[in-house]
């Protein structure tokens, strides 16, 4: 199969510390900085911010897809992705997630199963699948 769409951006500079990262079209255009939490100067965005932003959006339109489906509204719902990295013991680093779910129109149980459906189906959560802890929390409102 080919890919449906292909999306392109470029890292230069100095990479996380200080360098920028753009997309092809431009529309994409960001300074990186080292978070101060890992010791740096804080002032830019981070590839966990970036990674963290595109699952966010990514699992939030596999979670309205599956409710549509399923012919199941739901209403305010909202997605927060939280990526950490961490050291891996070997002199590397990985990533954890937690992917916290919010939405309104239906039990939790329902809720619990449409998260669950939408883990299934999102291309962030399937690149992601038995390489990284990831948690899951479903909350009703």
């Known amino acids: ?3 449906v769409y292909t999306a392109v951006a470029t890292s230069t500079g100095e990479g996380r510390a200080g360098g920028r990262v753009a997309t092809d079209d431009a529309v994409l255009d960001l300074t990186l900085a080292v978070p101060p939490a890992m010791g740096g100067p804080g002032g830019g965005t981070n590839p966990e911010q970036l990674f963290a932003a595109g699952w966010a959006a990514c699992f939030h339109s596999a979670l ?8 199941t509204p ?3 719902s909202a997605v927060v992705a939280e990526v950490g990295i961490l050291p891996d013991g070997s002199g590397g680093y990985t990533l954890e997630a937690a992917l916290r779910v919010e939405l309104g129109g239906v039990d939790q149980e329902t809720a ?3 998260v669950a459906q939408a883990h299934q189906v999102c291309p962030y959560s399937n ?4 390489n990284i802890e990831v948690t ?5 409102g």
């Open 136 to 140: 899951l929390e479903t909350t009703v």
């Open 74 to 76: 739901i209403r305010d």
């Open 112 to 114: 619990e199963r449409l």
């Open 127 to 130: 690149a992601t699948r038995d």
């Open 1 to 3: 199969m080919s890919a």
């Open 64 to 71: 309205k897809g599956v409710a549509a489906a399923a012919r």
